[in-house]
């Protein structure tokens, strides 16, 4: 079965629609056009509205502690799509945190050195041993630099 959209004025299958209380059972607009007025109202709530974005933030902010799991996947799914849509950006992000990580010593890179060269696993080092690591790591720096110069 077919309905047309009272929005967009395309015609299309009846699970594109809502159920609704409506005569036929089915809301009048299309779910793409749905999202869109919903996605528009909240706009402009937010823009005449202080305590609107505020409100949201928190509502969100409650739900995420409620369901951490939930949020947790929901969050990996956003990231990776973006990463999908921007190729060239993520591969720049991630060239560009590594070397960052590098420079500073960051945790994120004094474990990696750690893993590599042992049987430990990531969530299995303790604090003491990444802060040895990075203390070694930062003189051995030290003495290359020292014997160069
Ligand atoms: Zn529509």
């Not at 036929?24 to 919903?38: A, F, L, P, T, W």
Request: aromatic share 8%; charged share 35%.
């Amino acid at each position: 079965m077919n309905k047309i959209c009272t929005k967009c004025k395309k015609e299309k299958l009846i699970s594109f629609f809502s159920p609704r209380k409506a005569r036929d059972g089915y809301s009048s607009e299309c779910k793409v056009c749905h999202n869109e007025i919903v996605r528009l109202s909240a706009k402009r709530r937010a823009l005449n509205d202080p305590e609107y974005m505020p409100m949201r933030i928190n509502k969100l902010r409650e739900w995420q502690k409620r369901n951490p799991e939930r949020y947790r996947i929901a969050h990996n799914k956003r990231i990776r799509a973006w990463q999908k849509r921007n190729p060239i950006l993520h591969r720049l992000y991630n060239v560009k945190s590594k070397k960052k990580a590098m420079k500073t010593l960051a945790n994120s890179y004094v474990n990696d050195c750690l893993v590599k060269h042992s049987h430990l696993k990531i969530d299995d080092i303790p604090l003491s041993l990444t802060l040895a690591k990075r203390e070694y790591l930062r003189l051995r720096r030290e003495v290359i630099y020292y014997e160069k110069y």
